[in-house]
C-alpha cells in the first residue's frame, strides 16, 4: 500500500546527516569567526594577556661583525643603546613591564607603549620623538580552521637600533632576514637600520600575498563546488571567504596609508637613497588591495552564481512534477467520466470502449507531450 | 471524517502566537525606533525642554593643588575666570538662562550658546574667538530596549579652563577622569586645560567602543538565530541592528572630522606637545568607522543568509509536497481506469487481478522514487 | 454545486475595487510626478511663464531708522542705490521686463538675468563684477498631493543692498527676518547687508528640515504600514517617497557647494566677522545631507522589507495550500482502489470494511500533519 | 470531451504574436544598438570612411562688416588666416587630405588632425602650439530608432579664426549663432573669436538637454506602461532606454572635463571678461551630469517595479489557481468515499444520502473560503 | 498505460547532453581561468621560469643612418652604450643571467631587476637613477579558450637608449614601429629615444582596443543568445566575460597612474615637446578605462535580464501546468458525484444524464477560461 512509501520516503528524509544539512548548520558558518572579527576594541587600558614566556633575540652587526644572541632578559638589551652598531632587538610575548622597561630606556614615548601593548589595533605609523613606529599585522593561514590569522607586530626604528615586539614566540616571518644579516656581503649588513626596518615590511607584506594565494586556492575550489553540486554549504563556505576577506581587507589598505606615511615622512632616521625601496613595498601592497578588490568582485558573482543554481535546480524539480501532475490529469477525468453510474453512457457495452477509453488517455498526455516539447518546455 | 483533519489543522494554524509571529509584528520592527532616528531638526530657535535639575561641578587645579566643589548654580562659578588654576566646570542639564550667563560671562559667542542649547546637532567643532569649541555625543548602549542612545555634550576649551555642558546629570564617561584628577602626579594635572580637553575627547570615543562591542554581541547572536531557525522576526531585528548602525554611523564619521579638524587647527590653545594625543583619537576613531562598515557588510550578508534560508525552507516544503502530490497521481489514474464501468475491461473478473492493480500502484512510484534519488532531487 | 462556489469566488475576486487594488494603479505612482521631476531645460532663451503679478516690497535701514514699503513698480526701488542705508528689495513675481530694468540698473550682468529668469536652474553661486549672486530653492512640502514643492529665489547681494527675486507672491520663509529687521536691537539691523544675506540663507536652509520632518513623519506611517498590511500600494509609496527624496537631494547638495563657495570667497562684500555665520549655514546643509542619505537608506531596507512580506505572505498562502491538497491525495488515492470494479477485492464484503477504508483515510493524514511538524513546517 | 479546451486553448497560446511577446524578442532589445555603443576604437590611423561631399562654409565678420560664403574647396579658405576680420570656417564632411591641407595651413598640429579624423573619440581639450582644440559630440535624438545618435564635432579656436569640423552635412545645432552673427549688435558680434567659441559650446550643451527631454518623455511613458501593464517588452525597453543612458553619460561626463580645462587654461586666446560664460556652460553640463543621475536612478527604481509586478501578476494567477484545486480536492475525496464498492456504506440507500454527500461537498468549500478570508488570502 | 508515457518521459529526460547542460556545467565555468587571475604573487625572489630561448634584436639610428641586427647574446648588446646613434635593444624571453648583465652595464637598478624578472607585476613606472622605467602588459585576445591573455613588458627608456624586455618571442605589438623605424623620414627617426618610448607605449595602449572590440563582439553576441535562448550556459559565459573583464581592469587603470607618472615626471629624459605625445596616450587609456565601465554596465543588465527571462520562462511554464490541472478538477469532482454508489441519484437514470453530466464538465472549464481571460492570466 503506498502508505509504505510514504513511511519510507520520510524516512529518508529524516536521515538526520542529510536532512539538518540543509536546515541546520551549528558550527559550518563559524559565528564565533564573526566573534572574533567583530570584538576590537582599543581602550586606553588595555586587557591585554600577559605574556606565559618572553624571548628576546639580538642581532648587533656593522658591515664587518655580526653578534646574535638570545638574552636572558630585557634588560640585558639595554646595552646595545650606546654599542656603534647597528642592533635588532626581537621581543617575542608581550609583557607590560618588560614592555615599559625597554620602551623607558629607548626614549619610546609612553602613547607608543599603550599602542604596543594594545590589541586589535588598526595598522598605524607614527613618528614620535625622534622615534619612527610601525604597527601593523603579521597574517598566517591556518589550514585546519580556514581562516587567516594575525599576529601584531610592532616595529621601533631608531637611531641605529631597531626593535621589534611580536605577540607570538611560535613563529614570524622574519628568517629570510636571519639569514640575509649573516651573509657579510648583503645589501641589509651594508646599510643602516632604515633598510633593516624597510626589510621587515616587505617581508610581512609579502608574506600576504601567500596568504591571498591560500584564500585564492579556496575561492577556486569553492566556485567549482558551487558549480557542480550547490548545496546549502557552499552559502555557508561563501559567508566565511567573505569574511576572511573582511580581514584580510582590515589588514592590508591601513597598511597603503602606513607607508604612504613613510614616504611622505622627513624623518633623519630615512636615508633618501632607500626611498625607493619603501616605494616597492608600496607598489607591493597596492596591488594586494587590487587583488582583494577582485576577490571580492568574484565572491559576489559566486553568490549569484550559487543563488542561480539553486533556484534552477528548484526549478527543474518544481517543473517535472507539475508536469506529470498535469500530464495525468486528463486520465484521471476520463477515468471518472466513465466511472460514472448513468444508466446511458455511450460505449459503455461497446466491447472495445475500454481500450477506446485508456487510448484517450494515452494520447492526450503523449499529445501534451508534443506540444509542451514545441514549446521548448523541457 | 477529514474534515475534522481539517478543523483541526486549520485551528491549530490559528494559535494567534504562532501565526501571527509571522504576518503581523507590530512593535517588533520598532517604527518609533524610525522616528527618534529621524526627527532631526536643528532650527535656529532651540526647542529643547528646559532642564528640570542642574548640577554645577567644578575641579580647579594646579600641579600641586586641587579643589572640587558641587556648586549651588552657574554664577558661582564665574569666578573661575581668574583663578591662576586650570578649571573645569562641569553642568549637568541645559537651561537657557544658565547656559547664556556662564557663556557670556566666559566670552562665549552667541552662535555657540545656540549649538549648545540645540537639538539633535551634527557633531562638530569650531574655533570663535579664542575658545575652541567641541560638539558631539556620548553614547551608551541600553541593554533592555537594545537601542544605542545618545546624550549630546559641548566642551568649551579656553585660556586655562574647560567647560562641559551635559544633558543627563545621571551619567558620564568622565569618571576615570575624575580618578586621575585627583592623582597628583597624573600626566592630566601636570599638563595645561587642553589636555583635559584631550582626556575627556578619549574617553568619549573610547566609550564608542564599548558601545560597538555590544552591538557586535547582537550581531553574532543574531547571526547564530539566522543561521539556526530564520523566522520573520530575524528580518526584523537584522532591521532594528541597521538601524542603530546608522546611529552609529552618524555620531562616528562627523566626530574623525572634529578630531582632523583639531589637528589642523592653529590655537594657541592646543599645546604642540599634545598633537600626537589627538592624532591619537584620530587613529581610535578612523579605527570605530573601520569596523562600523564592517559590521555593515557583515548585516548585508547576514541579510542574504536569511532571504537564502527562508526561501530553501519554503522550497524544502514546497518541493516534498510536490512530490507527495506527484507520487500519488498515477495510483488515482490507475483507481480510475479500473473503476470505470465498461462491460469489458481484463483482468476484471481475475481472481488477482485487484492485487496486480494495487501492484502498478505501488511500482510506479517507487520507480519514481528511484529515479528521483538518482537525479539527486531529495 | 461546486459550480457556485466558484462563481462566487470569482465575482468576489472580480470587484474591481479589490482587484484593481493589486494590478493597475492609475494614479497612485504619479507618473506625472516624474514628468515634473525630469522636466529640466536650462536653454538660453528662458520659457518662462510672465507672472500676472508682480509684487515690489523694500526694506530701507540702518541702526536707528527703518523704512518698509510696498513699490507700486520695479523703477520705484531705482533710489535705493543712492540711499545711504540698508536696502532688501523683495519682488514677488517674474517678469522679464521688470527684472531687466532693475537689474540693469543696479549693475548686475546680463548672465545673472538669464540665471534669475530661468527655470529648474541648479542652486549654484557666482561672484560677478561687484555682486554676489545665490541662486537656489525654498522647499515647502504639501500636504495634499505628499510632494516637495519647490520656489527658485535669486539672492543679488552688492553694496548696501540685497534684491530678492521670487516665483510665488504667496509664501516665502522671510517672516521671522521680517520681524527681526523691525526690531532696533536685533543684530540684522546692526550689520551689514552681507548679515541679511546670512540671515536668508539660513532661514531657507533651516526650512529645508521642516520638510524633511514631514518627509520623515511619511516614512514612519509607511514603515509602520509596509509591516502591517504590506500590499502594492505600499510599493508604489515607496517609489513616490524616492521620488520626493530625489528632489530632496537635487536641491541640498548643489546649495553646500554654493556655501562653500560663500565661504571661499574673498569678495569685499563679505565681513570676515561674518565668516562663521556661513559656517553655520554650511554646517546645517552638511548635517541636512547626512540626513538625507540616511533616509534613503532606511527607504532601500524598507523596500526589502515589503518584497520581503509580500514573498512570505503569498509562500504562507502558497504552503498552506500544497499542504491542503498534499494531505488530501491518499484519501483519493485509496477511495479510487476500493471503488475499482474487480471482482475480488479484500474486505468489500466485510462488515466493517468501509470503516476500516475511511480509517486508513484519516490516519494517513494525521500522521503526515505530525510530520509535517516535527519538522517545523507549519 | 476536455480534450477540445485542451486543443482550443493549447492553440490560443499558440498564436505566435501573443507568445513570442514573451519568449523570444529578436529586435526589440537592441543587440545591433550594443554594437554600436560598444565599437570605440581611436586607433592611430584612422578608418574613417572618406565623406562624399564636403561643404565648406565661412562667415568672416567684425563689428562693422560680415561676409557670409560658400566656398568650392578648404583652399579658398586659406586667406581668412590673414584677413583682419574674424573667421569662422565649417566644414561639413570629413575628408582625410582636406582636413590635413587646411590644418597645416593654419599651424594645427598633426595630433590634432589625427583627433579630428578619428571615429568615436571621447570628448576631450587640448591647448597645442597656439591653438586651442575642443572635440566633442553633438547629439541628436533620433524618433523612430527612439536612439541618442551623435555627431563629433572639432572646433578649433586659434587667434582670429575658429574652424569647425562636423561629420554631417545634413544638421547642426549652430543656426541660432548664424542667426546672431548677422545682426550687428549682438555680442557675438563685438566680441572675439573665443566669444565665439563660447557660443558653440553653448549651444551645444544646451542642445544635450533638448535630448535629455525626449530622454524624458520616454522614460515617463515606459514607467506607466510598466505600472499599467508591465510585460517582458517592458523589460526590453527599460534595457534600451538604460543603453541610451550610457551614451548619454559617456558624452556629458568627459564635456565637464573639457569646460574645465578651458577654465583652468590661462591661453591667451580667451579674454578674462569672458570666464564667466564659460563658468556658465560648466554650471549647464554639471546640471545635465545630475539629471541623468536622477535618470538612472529611476531607471532602476523603474526595473524594481517592473519586476515586483511581474511577480505579483503571477503571484496572484498562481495563488487563485491553487486555491481552486485545493477548494475542489475535498470534493473529490467525498465522491471517492462513496465511489467505494463496499457492501456496506451508510447512508448509500437513504433517500437524502446523495444530497448530504453533495452538501457536505459544498459546506466544506464554503467554509474553507471564510478562513482564507479571515486570514486575508484573497 | 501511462507507465510508458512515464518512462519514456523520464528516459528523454535523462538524455545527458540535454540535463546535464542545465545541472552539471564541468568545464564551461572555467575555474581553471579562476586560477590563472588569482595566482597574482610578486614575491622578491621571482619564482619565473627560465626562458628556454632569448632572442636580442637590436636598432642603433640616427636621422641619417640606421642598423638593424640579431644579436647571438646579450653582451653583444653593450656596446650600443656608448654608440652615438640612439639604441634599441629588444630582449624576447627573460633568463635571470642576462637580464641582470645587461641591467648592470646599463646602469638599471636592482630593484627594476627584480621587477623586471617578477611575473604578475602590477603595471607601474619608476624613475630610479637616472632611468625612466615602465613596466606594463600586452593584451592579445585568444580566439579559441575566448580570454584575455597578457605578457608583460618592461621598458627601459635611458639616455639615447631604450631596452625592451619581453616574455615570449613569437609575438608582440611592436611591428608598426619597426616598419617606421626604416623610414629615414619618420618622426620615430627624427626624434630623440622618449619619442622612441613614447611610440611603444602608444602601439601597446592601443592594441588594447583590438582587445576591447573583440570583448564588444562576444558581449553582443552573448546578449543576443541571452534574449534568444537563455539558458545556464549563458550565465557561465556572463561570468566568463567578466572575469575577463576584471582582467583588463587590472591592466588598463594602473596605465593610467603610468601614463599620469611620466606626465608629471621632470626627468631630462622626457623633451617637453614630446609631452602632449604622452597626453595623447592618456586620453586613449581614460577612454578604455571608460569603455570597460560601460562593458561592465551592460554585463549586469546582461544579467538582470538572463535571471529574468529564466524566471519568465519558469513562470509561463509553471502558469501553464497550474491552469490546466485547475482546468480539469472541476470534472473530476463531477466524475466523482456521478461515481457515488448512492441508490438515489438525480438524473442517474435519464437517457441524457450522461451528457448533461459532460456538458456540465465542458462547461465550467470554458467559462473558467473565459474569466481568466478577461483577466489577462493568458
Chains 1, 2, 3, 4, 5 share one sequence.
Not at 17 to 33: D, H, I, M, V
Not at 88 to 111: Q, Y
Not at 279 to 295: E, F, M, T
Request: proline share 3%; with cysteine.
Amino acid at each position: 500500500m503506498p502508505i509504505f512509501i510514504y513511511l519510507s520516503f520520510m524516512n529518508v528524509k529524516l536521515k538526520p546527516e542529510k536532512y539538518l544539512r540543509y536546515l541546520y548548520l551549528p558550527n559550518l558558518f563559524g559565528t564565533q569567526r564573526t566573534k572574533e572579527i567583530l570584538s576590537v576594541n582599543p581602550t586606553i587600558i588595555p586587557q591585554r594577556e600577559e605574556a606565559k614566556e618572553v624571548l628576546v633575540y639580538s642581532f648587533d652587526y656593522d658591515g664587518q661583525t655580526i653578534e646574535e644572541k638570545r638574552l636572558s632578559c630585557v634588560q640585558d638589551a639595554f646595552y646595545f643603546k650606546t654599542s656603534n652598531r647597528i642592533s635588532w632587538i626581537n621581543i617575542d610575548g608581550l609583557r607590560k613591564a618588560d614592555v615599559e622597561a625597554i620602551s623607558t630606556h629607548f626614549g619610546i614615548h609612553p602613547l607608543l607603549i599603550e599602542d604596543i601593548l594594545s590589541i586589535n589595533q588598526r595598522p598605524k605609523m607614527d613618528e614620535v620623538e625622534g622615534v619612527l613606529f610601525c604597527l601593523l599585522n603579521m597574517l598566517y593561514y591556518n589550514n585546519t580552521k580556514q581562516t587567516v590569522e594575525q599576529e601584531q607586530i610592532s616595529i621601533v626604528l631608531g637611531k641605529d637600533f631597531v626593535i621589534t615586539f611580536q605577540e607570538d614566540a611560535k613563529r614570524d616571518v622574519f628568517n629570510p632576514l636571519r639569514e640575509r644579516l649573516k651573509l657579510g656581503t648583503s645589501k641589509a649588513r651594508q646599510r643602516n637600520a632604515d633598510y633593516l626596518c624597510y626589510t621587515m615590511l616587505d617581508l610581512i607584506v609579502d608574506n600576504y600575498f601567500l596568504v591571498m594565494e591560500k584564500l585564492g586556492d579556496r575561492i577556486e575550489l569553492l566556485e567549482e563546488e558551487v558549480i557542480r553540486h550547490s548545496n546549502k554549504r557552499s552559502l555557508a563556505r561563501i559567508n566565511q571567504l567573505r569574511k576572511e576577506l573582511i580581514v584580510l581587507k582590515r589588514n592590508t589598505v591601513p597598511v597603503r596609508d602606513l607607508i604612504a606615511g613613510i614616504l611622505r615622512s622627513e624623518s633623519d632616521l630615512l636615508d633618501d637613497r632607500n626611498t625607493k625601496y619603501f616605494k616597492d613595498i608600496y607598489d607591493h601592497i597596492v596591488q594586494a588591495i587590487d587583488l582583494s578588490d577582485n576577490y571580492r568582485d568574484i565572491m559576489v558573482s559566486m553568490q549569484d552564481l550559487y543563488i542561480n543554481n539553486v533556484n534552477l535546480k528548484m526549478n527543474e524539480v518544481m517543473k517535472v512534477m507539475a508536469i506529470v501532475t498535469c500530464l495525468l490529469a486528463p486520465a484521471t477525468v476520463i477515468g471518472g467520466i466513465f466511472g460514472m453510474n448513468f444508466d446511458a453512457i455511450p460505449y459503455l457495452h461497446n466491447q472495445y470502449g475500454f481500450w477506446i477509453a485508456v487510448g484517450i488517455m494515452l494520447i492526450i498526455p503523449i499529445w501534451m507531450i508534443y506540444m509542451f516539447k514545441k514549446r521548448g518546455w523541457f
